[in-house]
């Protein structure tokens, strides 16, 4: 069987059907890079065969782990299903690291925050104060949020969190619903149920939201970040406050390992000079050393 057949075999399966919305459309561009193997047969595909693609594709990071992830995938299923009898595509090593997101700077936030339309902000703002993803930030509806906390279950790990608003967040989330009755019955289409909406009060898709925060960044000379990279930004700023991994883990829905990966960019000295702060409150106190 030809791969392009199994790609197609694959496509059909319930393991496909499985896949999140986001992960297929991942996949499939994956599959448009597959280059000649496509019409190979996928039983005679050859591990330098799978590393010639990677090597050709390395120079592109992201592609390069894309499709090579896609390849395996279809592999496996192919050899599930008795169509090959090994997946040259399993256990690559050497691939390409996957860039890392920047962590905004306080006055990076800040300056975006005050020179940014409306719509772009409040994303930013809700990434800020609740340390969530870009899926997740899109999806949130008003129903989830109760006037002190927004709660969810996070697309991506299935956990289930309820955030406390920040004060900061809960004055613009009042706002926004000022605005939305204010708007009620002027002949608009009925009311968008996302918290996040773009300019015509539609819910923003991953790609357009992505895609408008970076390009407004770049007009305010804030090179090279992505809305991702404001939940390192959470996850430094309440490690500098004093917050332990767990109380971190506990807001972004984070495992402690991302945590402690997500806030080695808090600043050394922020936290060093609190940590001394609090020995000396205790070296002060009545039981104090």
């Known amino acids: 069987?030809?791969?392009?057949?199994?790609?197609?075999?694959?496509?059909?399966?319930?393991?496909?059907?499985?896949?999140?919305?986001?992960?297929?459309?991942?996949?499939?561009?994956?599959?448009?890079?597959?280059?000649k193997?496509?019409?190979?047969?996928?039983d005679t595909i050859t591990r330098p065969q799978v590393l010639d693609l990677r090597d050709e594709l390395f120079h592109q990071?992201?592609?390069?782990?894309i499709t090579l992830a896609a390849l395996?995938?279809?592999?496996?299923?192919?050899?599930?299903?008795?169509?090959?009898?090994?997946?040259?595509?399993?256990n690559m090593r050497n691939m390409p690291k996957p860039k890392p997101f920047k962590r905004w700077s306080e006055n990076e936030v800040d300056r975006f925050l005050l020179n940014s339309p409306v719509h772009l902000k409040r994303a930013v703002m809700l990434a800020l104060f609740t340390g969530q993803r870009r899926s997740d930030l899109i999806r949130l509806r008003w129903d989830q949020?109760?006037?002190?906390?927004?709660?969810?279950?996070?697309t991506k790990t299935g956990k289930e969190l309820s955030i406390p608003v920040h004060p900061v967040l809960g004055h613009e989330l009042a706002l926004m619903q000022d605005e939305r009755r204010f708007t009620t019955g002027k002949g608009r289409k009925a009311l968008c149920p996302y918290i996040l909406v773009n300019t015509y009060y539609d819910p923003w898709t991953d790609r357009h939201l992505t895609?408008?925060?970076?390009?407004?960044?770049?007009?305010?000379?804030?090179?090279?970040?992505?809305?991702?990279?404001i939940r390192k930004t959470t996850c430094a700023k309440l490690a500098e406050i004093g917050c332990t991994p767990h109380e971190i883990a506990s807001i972004t829905g984070q495992s402690l390992q991302e945590v402690e990966h997500y806030t080695r960019e808090a600043s050394q000295k922020v936290m060093a000079t609190n940590a001394m702060k609090r020995w000396e409150d205790v070296g002060n106190s009545p039981d104090g050393v």
């Open 61 to 65: 990071r992201g592609v390069c782990r």
């Open 1 to 35: 069987m030809k791969l392009n057949a199994l790609c197609v075999l694959y496509m059909q399966s319930p393991e496909w059907g499985a896949l999140r919305p986001n992960s297929r459309r991942i996949y499939e561009y994956g599959m448009t890079k597959f280059g």
């Open 72 to 90: 395996n995938n279809v592999l496996k299923f192919g050899y599930d299903r008795g169509h090959v009898k090994m997946n040259h595509a399993a």
């Open 211 to 229: 895609r408008s925060i970076s390009t407004h960044s770049r007009s305010l000379d804030i090179a090279d970040r992505q809305l991702h990279g």
């Open 145 to 154: 949020y109760d006037g002190r906390f927004i709660h969810l279950v996070q």
């Open 37 to 42: 193997l496509m019409k190979r047969d996928a």
